[in-house]
């Protein structure tokens, strides 16, 4: 409790369980969403429009041809955005030529890309449920990608257990890197923002300065890349070649399984949860809360550090170690969790919206010149809006505009 | 500045009571000098080839007065330190130094700690002497290179003074950055580029005003995702708009180096300080505005009454939300001027994701610097000489190679050290993100 009585360890996303929704009749959160959804491919059609090269043309004979304006606006938005639902869902393009396998080919990269931001949505999403706000998935990941990756390229290991020992060393790897943070907050009180930020770079400092070291740096290469995963240690298809969805995607969905087991069915989960909702009252009822956010931030790593061996096991950079290993994901896979409102099989859906997005971004740009930055404008324009629902109430006139969201209440530094 | 006329109802700054260390911490803090102390002796004193000499040049080519290169006899140098540093630890665990004398110790043994190790780092091979205080050299570049640092941070404390959590510091610099390198471009004025820089860096500011103050959205998380916002705004328009035509849209001019009389003519300080764009004078007076603005006007004393304590703020009647929606806005400006000094002042173009971090080494400078502009400033030039040294080490030949990206952890480690509270204990302001739900 704050000294001015107000109650501040409320987490970020509160949890809507059925007991929570209030009696009055309150907009349904999923419609909150698709509304974001809509405003915020608005406005990443207006920036498309905005910055599109024959519209501007146009736009300068406005007064004569105005009509000429908004069929050109129309003609670049519409572009971009079929591309890129024809990059993560379906392709009437190549559909149907040749082998059939490709016909799968955008669902593929579609769920090869939803792999480790599940994973990192759920690292995020767990913190949140104990009332930690884990912005250090990047550095976990990059931990995790770093560790499972030197056994993957450096021992040689008969097949199926190359592959798992690399994905144990990598999870604790992660898992070790979320606990400092954790240890510290219980130690010390230090706030996991903080110190989780600073890890990220300490992070991605380790692993620029591995990547110079002759233990990690590819033989004949004057490059910061590392040798390439041996086969053995390598995630295997689910799909022929060159379809890219792997193992990882099974492993992500077991996670999913194990996290909403832990966090519904456990008597560990009740404690997180019991911390996450209130840790003056779980302190009283007699948890030990330090070992709680512990606990809590080794599983998160190991989450995130799991998603680093999706990244480094799975192909995605090449099986080879580099400073771009994270890719994003880190802070991705956080607006995964906000989208998913820190639930597990959420989290799973907004994984997998994301990663269509990020599958048809690519698509995008190479067909439209559209740059897949815009995928991160919408993504961001997304988690700001449902983050603040009373925002999206009062543009669309909404039921309840006049409720100031305040179960969203924030904590602060001391918090 | 204008006198305090509410100086009977003056809330003072959170200032520690005296206490005397505890004996533990007596001498688990005597124990690291000692340690400090010894490896300083062996590793750069006995780890220096005996008989060589350090040399630092003082003067910069084209000064006015020259000084003679300085000479440090580097081996004897970082035996002395060693020495002194260990007997202080031994002094720490015997009689006790007052708080205000430990910090002088502090200071003192990080000084020169530094100092031998740069003395040991140049008896390797490098003949020439280390420029110290030329703009390309160590000194020089700690300046420039912290001069980002500075405006960030005195954003954050501008914000989190006033009781919000500005985490986007990166997102606003990256988009100072990029409408500098635009409209500095454009206008082909060094000036409206700093302009647009800072007023883009309030847009992004204004948004997290809005969610963070109306909307009650969680501060941190705001932040992220904002920073995103940016990454993503200024990585599209660079694709769509700039990259195709850099010659019209990303092409600023180079800042002409401004010497001012008299002072840029000081032997050592003057071609260090006042031999710089007009960017770093600018900062100068940013630094000395935002501390008096902070500490000795009424405007500051309402921010800090309302960052530490909102409801008694507004019960004298002060505007909560209207204080913080300003000062959020000056951070905000604050921060997209530190973006414009990538592109306006470094004369450079804007490329993606150009900020690489350094907003959140300015978040770390005000943390470390526990949340005052002094404190920031001093935590920033710590950072950016941590990254000089980073680049300086790495073109002098050192007798055993500094791998330089552990050197650029040490921001982030000391960062981490200060909010664990194993140099002192850090403490934000009371109220720093909470939102505020009375009027």
Same mark, same amino acid.
């Given at each position: 409790?704050?000294? @001015?009585?107000?109650? !501040?360890?409320?987490?970020?996303?509160?949890?809507?369980?059925?007991?929570?929704? !209030?009696s009055?009749?309150?907009?349904?959160?999923?419609?909150?969403?698709?509304?974001?959804?809509?405003?915020?491919i608005?406005?990443?059609?207006?920036?498309?429009?905005?910055?599109?090269?024959p519209?501007r043309?146009a736009?300068?004979?406005?007064?004569?041809?105005?009509?000429?304006?908004?069929?050109?606006?129309w003609?670049?938005?519409?572009?971009?955005?079929?591309?890129l639902?024809?990059g993560?869902?379906? @392709?009437?393009?190549?559909f149907?030529?040749?082998?059939?396998?490709?016909?799968?080919?955008?669902?593929?990269?579609?769920?090869?890309?939803?792999?480790?931001?599940?994973?990192?949505?759920?690292?995020?999403?767990?913190?949140?449920?104990?009332?930690?706000?884990?912005?250090?998935?990047?550095?976990?990941?990059?931990?995790?990608?770093?560790?499972a990756g030197?056994?993957?390229?450096?021992?040689?290991?008969?097949?199926?257990?190359?592959?798992?020992?690399?994905?144990?060393?990598?999870?604790?790897?992660?898992?070790?890197w979320?606990?400092?943070?954790?240890?510290? !907050?219980?130690?010390?009180?230090?706030?996991?923002?903080?110190?989780?930020?600073?890890?990220?770079?300490?992070a991605? @400092?380790?692993l620029?300065?591995?990547? !110079?070291?002759?233990?990690?740096?590819?033989?004949?290469?004057?490059?910061?890349?590392s040798?390439?995963?041996?086969?053995?240690?390598?995630?295997? #298809?689910?799909?022929?070649?060159?379809?890219?969805?792997?193992?990882?995607?099974?492993?992500?969905v077991?996670?999913?399984?194990?996290?909403?087991?832990?966090l519904?069915?456990s008597?560990?989960?009740?404690?997180?949860?019991?911390?996450?909702?209130?840790?003056?009252?779980?302190?009283?009822?007699?948890?030990?809360?330090?070992?709680?956010?512990?606990?809590?931030?080794?599983?998160?790593?190991?989450?995130?550090?799991?998603?680093?061996?999706?990244?480094?096991?799975?192909?995605?950079t090449?099986?080879?170690?580099?400073?771009?290993?994270?890719?994003?994901?880190?802070?991705?896979?956080?607006?995964?969790a906000?989208?998913?409102?820190? #639930?597990?099989?959420?989290?799973?859906?907004?994984?997998?919206?994301?990663?269509?997005?990020?599958?048809?971004?690519?698509?995008?740009?190479?067909?439209?010149?559209?740059?897949?930055?815009?995928?991160?404008?919408?993504?961001?324009?997304?988690?700001?809006?449902?983050?603040?629902?009373a925002?999206?109430?009062?543009?669309?006139?909404?039921?309840?505009?006049?409720?100031?969201?305040?179960?969203?209440?924030?904590?602060g530094?001391?918090? | 500045?204008?006198? &305090?006329?509410?100086? /009977?109802?003056?809330?003072?700054?959170?200032e520690?009571?005296e206490?005397?260390?505890?004996?533990?911490?007596?001498?688990?803090?005597?124990?690291?000098?000692?340690?400090?102390g010894?490896?300083?002796?062996?590793?750069?004193?006995?780890?220096?080839?005996?008989?060589h000499d350090?040399?630092?040049?003082?003067?910069?080519?084209?000064?006015?007065?020259?000084?003679?290169?300085?000479?440090?006899? +580097?081996?004897?140098?970082?035996?002395? =330190?060693?020495?002194?540093?260990?007997?202080?630890?031994?002094? %720490?665990?015997?009689?006790?130094?007052?708080?205000?004398?430990?910090?002088?110790?502090?200071?003192?043994t990080?000084?020169?700690?530094v100092?031998?190790?740069?003395?040991?780092?140049?008896?390797?091979?490098?003949?020439?002497?280390?420029?110290?205080?030329?703009?390309?050299?160590?000194?020089?570049?700690?300046?420039?290179?912290?001069?980002?640092?500075?405006?960030?941070?005195?954003?954050?404390?501008?914000?989190? %003074?006033?009781?919000?959590?500005?985490?986007?510091?990166?997102?606003?610099?990256?988009?100072g950055?990029?409408?500098?390198?635009?409209?500095?471009?454009i206008?082909?004025?060094?000036?409206?580029?700093?302009?647009?820089?800072?007023?883009?860096?309030?847009?992004?500011?204004?948004?997290?005003? =809005?969610?963070a103050?109306?909307?009650?959205?969680?501060? =941190?998380?705001?932040?992220?995702?904002?920073?995103?916002?940016?990454?993503?705004l200024?990585?599209?328009?660079? &694709?769509?708009?700039?990259?195709?035509n850099s010659?019209?849209?990303?092409?600023?001019?180079?800042?002409?180096?401004?010497?001012?009389?008299?002072?840029?003519?000081?032997?050592?300080?003057?071609?260090?300080?006042? &031999?710089?764009?007009?960017?770093?004078?600018?900062?100068?007076?940013?630094?000395f505005?935002?501390?008096?603005?902070?500490?000795?006007?009424?405007?500051?004393?309402?921010?800090?009454? =309302?960052?530490?304590?909102?409801?008694?703020?507004?019960?004298?009647?002060?505007?909560?939300?209207?204080?913080?929606?300003?000062?959020v806005?000056i951070?905000?400006?604050?921060?997209?001027? +530190?973006?414009?000094?990538?592109?306006?002042? &470094?004369?450079?173009?804007f490329?993606?994701?150009?900020?690489?971090?350094?907003?959140?080494? +300015?978040?770390?400078?005000?943390?470390?610097?526990?949340?005052s502009?002094?404190?920031?400033?001093?935590?920033?030039?710590?950072?950016?000489?941590?990254?000089?040294?980073?680049?300086?080490? /790495?073109?002098?030949?050192?007798?055993?190679?500094?791998?330089?990206?552990?050197?650029?952890?040490?921001?982030?480690?000391?960062?981490?050290?200060?909010?664990?509270?194993?140099?002192?204990?850090?403490?934000?302001?009371? +109220?720093?993100?909470?939102?505020?739900?009375? %009027?």
């Amino acid at each position: 409790m704050s000294a @001015d009585g107000t109650v !501040k360890d409320e987490i970020a996303v509160p949890p809507r369980g059925p007991g929570r929704r !209030k009696s009055r009749s309150e907009t349904h959160p999923l419609v909150v969403i698709g509304l974001s959804f809509v405003t915020a491919i608005v406005v990443g059609g207006l920036l498309i429009a905005v910055t599109n090269q024959p519209t501007r043309n146009a736009a300068r004979h406005f007064s004569s041809s105005p009509g000429k304006v908004f069929s050109s606006a129309w003609h670049a938005v519409s572009a971009a955005y079929i591309a890129l639902f024809e990059g993560g869902v379906f @392709d009437p393009h190549t559909f149907g030529h040749g082998n059939v396998w490709h016909d799968f080919s955008p669902l593929s990269e579609t769920l090869y890309n939803a792999t480790p931001l599940i994973l990192v949505g759920l690292c995020v999403g767990l913190a949140f449920r104990t009332g930690l706000f884990n912005i250090g998935a990047q550095g976990q990941l990059i931990l995790g990608a770093t560790a499972a990756g030197y056994v993957g390229f450096t021992w040689h290991l008969p097949p199926v257990i190359h592959l798992v020992v690399a994905l144990i060393v990598g999870v604790v790897a992660g898992a070790v890197w979320g606990g400092i943070a954790g240890y510290l !907050k219980a130690r010390s009180g230090a706030h996991e923002v903080i110190t989780t930020i600073m890890m990220n770079y300490v992070a991605l @400092d380790l692993l620029n300065y591995a990547l !110079k070291t002759t233990a990690f740096r590819r033989p004949g290469s004057n490059q910061a890349i590392s040798p390439i995963v041996h086969g053995t240690a390598r995630l295997g #298809k689910l799909l022929p070649s060159p379809l890219r969805v792997n193992l990882g995607l099974l492993i992500a969905v077991a996670a999913t399984v194990g996290v909403a087991w832990l966090l519904t069915r456990s008597r560990l989960g009740f404690t997180l949860r019991a911390v996450g909702a209130s840790p003056t009252a779980a302190r009283t009822a007699g948890m030990n809360v330090g070992r709680t956010y512990v606990t809590s931030m080794v599983i998160a790593g190991g989450l995130a550090g799991l998603a680093g061996c999706s990244q480094i096991l799975g192909g995605g950079t090449n099986y080879a170690l580099t400073n771009a290993v994270d890719a994003g994901l880190g802070f991705d896979g956080i607006t995964v969790a906000l989208l998913g409102r820190a #639930k597990p099989w959420p989290t799973v859906w907004a994984g997998l919206l994301f990663g269509a997005l990020r599958a048809g971004s690519a698509t995008m740009q190479s067909r439209t010149g559209t740059s897949i930055d815009l995928v991160t404008i919408v993504q961001s324009l997304v988690v700001l809006f449902i983050a603040a629902p009373a925002f999206v109430r009062a543009v669309f006139r909404l039921r309840n505009a006049s409720d100031s969201g305040a179960a969203a209440l924030a904590k602060g530094w001391n918090g | 500045m204008s006198v &305090d006329t509410t100086g /009977s109802l003056e809330i003072a700054t959170p200032e520690i009571v005296e206490v005397p260390a505890s004996r533990r911490a007596r001498i688990v803090s005597g124990s690291v000098l000692i340690v400090v102390g010894v490896l300083c002796a062996v590793a750069f004193g006995l780890g220096s080839k005996a008989g060589h000499d350090a040399r630092f040049r003082l003067s910069p080519p084209g000064a006015k007065y020259t000084m003679p290169n300085l000479v440090v006899p +580097a081996r004897i140098f970082a035996l002395v =330190v060693g020495i002194a540093i260990a007997a202080a630890g031994f002094w %720490r665990i015997k009689k006790d130094f007052s708080n205000r004398a430990m910090k002088w110790v502090i200071a003192l043994t990080i000084l020169f700690v530094v100092s031998s190790f740069l003395c040991w780092s140049l008896t390797g091979k490098s003949a020439t002497p280390l420029d110290l205080f030329g703009s390309g050299g160590l000194l020089g570049q700690t300046i420039f290179l912290a001069v980002p640092l500075i405006l960030g941070a005195l954003a954050g404390v501008m914000c989190e %003074r006033s009781g919000v959590i500005n985490v986007a510091i990166e997102g606003q610099m990256l988009v100072g950055a990029f409408a500098g390198a635009m409209f500095g471009t454009i206008s082909k004025n060094a000036a409206v580029g700093t302009i647009a820089g800072m007023l883009a860096g309030a847009v992004i500011a204004a948004v997290l005003a =809005v969610f963070a103050i109306k909307y009650v959205v969680n501060q =941190v998380v705001l932040g992220v995702v904002l920073n995103l916002l940016a990454l993503g705004l200024t990585g599209f328009l660079y &694709d769509a708009v700039m990259a195709p035509n850099s010659n019209s849209y990303n092409n600023v001019g180079t800042l002409s180096v401004l010497k001012i009389p008299l002072l840029g003519n000081i032997p050592i300080i003057g071609p260090l300080l006042f &031999d710089q764009t007009i960017i770093v004078y600018l900062t100068y007076v940013l630094i000395f505005a935002v501390d008096i603005l902070l500490f000795r006007t009424r405007w500051g004393l309402r921010t800090r009454a =309302v960052g530490e304590h909102p409801k008694a703020a507004d019960t004298v009647g002060i505007n909560v939300r209207r204080t913080r929606y300003i000062n959020v806005l000056i951070g905000g400006m604050l921060a997209g001027l +530190a973006g414009a000094t990538l592109t306006v002042g &470094d004369s450079s173009g804007f490329v993606k994701n150009m900020t690489g971090g350094r907003g959140f080494i +300015a978040l770390a400078a005000v943390i470390f610097g526990r949340w005052s502009p002094r404190g920031a400033v001093g935590a920033a030039l710590l950072f950016g000489f941590a990254t000089s040294l980073q680049t300086v080490l /790495s073109f002098i030949g050192t007798p055993v190679q500094i791998p330089s990206d552990l050197l650029g952890m040490l921001p982030y480690l000391a960062t981490i050290f200060a909010v664990a509270g194993l140099v002192g204990r850090v403490r934000a302001p009371a +109220a720093d993100g909470e939102p505020y739900e009375g %009027r």
